[in-house]
T-cell receptor, first 115, second 113 residues
Framework: GAGVSQSPRYKVAKRGQDVALRCDPI?????LFWYQQALGQGPEFLTY????????KSGLPSDRFFAERPEGSVSTLKIQRTQQEDSAVYLC?????????????FGAGSRLTVL | KNEVEQSPQNLTAQEGEFITINCSYS?????LHWLQQHPGGGIVSLFM???GKKKHGRLIATINIQEKHSSLHITASHPRDSAVYIC???????????????FGKGTKLSVKP
């Protein structure tokens, strides 16, 4: 596609519910990143894929968070048993190669509100 | 401890003014990104630089690696420049992950007509 597409744009979940957030990166982009942005804060790194390989998941805050990119294109970030502190905007970005040498293209984000 | 500090946090300017946003960081870096975030969340990448200076239209970004400092300048500011500007660095010793950017908290710019 022309840009990075994220869905849903807005998600309201009850505490304890599982959610899945989807990212469709630019076609051919090798690297895919997930970030979490709390209200009034800068984004924080969650995880990074190079093609289908998850090379870094050090930013995932707990084992309730899981990300996959099985075919090296679309990625899904899954949050199990959501908690109120999970409320944030989840941003996906992709780049042609690796972030240090390439500009990132961001999606519009998925805003999660946990009640 | 904030590894990336931006100043000011908030900035209000009159249309036409020259604007400077600063970013200081405490780690060795491979690259630095300037990003623009509009209300609603969408982020646009403005610049990626590792040395010197880049210019795109009315935007100029500079970096001083020795001083661990970067600035984003906007000339002839316009109300449509109103947004949050975020500085993000890619640490040199990132432990194998090329995606582990460290972000500043952003500078909220409001340009009044």
């Amino acid at each position: 596609g022309a840009g990075v597409s994220q869905s849903p744009r807005y998600k309201v979940a009850k505490r304890g519910q599982d959610v899945a957030l989807r990212c469709d990166p630019i076609s051919g982009h090798v690297s895919l990143f997930w970030y979490q942005q709390a209200l009034g804060q800068g984004p924080e790194f969650l995880t990074y894929f190079q093609n289908e390989a998850q090379l870094d998941k050090s930013g995932l805050p707990s084992d309730r968070f899981f990300a996959e990119r099985p075919e090296g294109s679309v990625s899904t970030l899954k949050i199990q048993r959501t908690q109120q502190e999970d409320s944030a905007v989840y941003l996906c970005a992709s780049s042609r190669r690796w972030a240090g040498a390439n500009v990132l293209t961001f999606g519009a984000g998925s805003r999660l509100t946990v009640l | 401890k904030n590894e990336v500090e931006q100043s000011p946090q908030n900035l209000t300017a009159q249309e036409g003014e020259f604007i400077t946003i600063n970013c200081s960081y405490s780690v060795g870096i491979s690259a630095l990104h300037w990003l623009q975030q509009h209300p609603g969340g969408g982020i646009v990448s403005l610049f990626m630089l590792s040395s010197g200076k880049k210019k795109h239209g009315r935007l100029i970004a500079t970096i001083n690696i020795q001083e661990k400092h970067s600035s984003l300048h906007i000339t002839a500011s316009h109300p449509r420049d109103s947004a949050v500007y975020i500085c993000a660095v890619l640490p040199m010793n990132y432990g194998g992950s090329q995606g582990n950017l460290i972000f500043g908290k952003g500078t909220k710019l409001s340009v009044k007509p």
